[in-house]
């Protein structure tokens, strides 16, 4: 059974930045796409961003184009996403995903495995 662990989470102003971390465990993720995904209060789940496990490649919302970047450590069995030039529209819970065989899938309903979600808040 895939567990997925998000942290990092937190406060910070406009402009600044945050790391956060998706610890997974469970079974090997080879052949699996590890997303992230956030829902800000009132709106529906957003992509934000997903990375092959095998290979690194990745792909993003249109949203965090430019100012996101997703990455992984095979090693670790870890999934990252930094975030820079954050916006108060950023503000959200920040979920992590998994699911095998997805990649190019920015639809939430394709991933089966979700972590339990960390909330990121951007002050103007």
């Not at 870890?78 to 699911?99: F, H, R, S, W």
């Given at each position: 059974?895939?567990?997925?662990?998000?942290?990092?989470?937190?406060l910070?102003?406009?402009?600044?930045?945050?790391?956060?971390?998706?610890?997974?465990?469970?079974?090997?993720?080879?052949?699996?796409?590890?997303?992230?995904?956030?829902?800000?209060?009132?709106?529906?789940?957003?992509?934000?961003?997903?990375?092959?496990?095998?290979?690194?490649?990745?792909?993003?919302?249109?949203?965090?184009?430019?100012?996101?970047?997703?990455?992984?450590?095979?090693?670790?069995?870890?999934?990252?996403?930094?975030?820079?030039?954050?916006?108060?529209?950023?503000?959200?819970?920040?979920?992590?995903?998994?699911?095998?065989?997805?990649?190019?899938?920015?639809?939430?309903?394709?991933?089966?495995?979700?972590?339990?979600?960390?909330?990121?808040?951007v002050?103007?």
């Amino acid at each position: 059974q895939v567990q997925l662990v998000e942290s990092g989470g937190g406060l910070v102003q406009t402009g600044g930045s945050l790391r956060l971390s998706c610890a997974a465990s469970g079974r090997t993720f080879s052949g699996y796409v590890m997303g992230w995904f956030r829902q800000a209060p009132g709106k529906d789940r957003e992509f934000v961003a997903a990375i092959a496990w095998v290979g690194g490649n990745t792909y993003y919302g249109d949203s965090v184009k430019g100012r996101f970047t997703i990455s992984r450590d095979n090693a670790k069995n870890a999934v990252y996403l930094q975030m820079n030039v954050l916006k108060p529209e950023d503000t959200a819970v920040y979920y992590c995903a998994a699911e095998f065989g997805v990649f190019g899938s920015n639809e939430a309903e394709s991933f089966g495995s979700w972590g339990q979600g960390t909330q990121v808040t951007v002050s103007s």
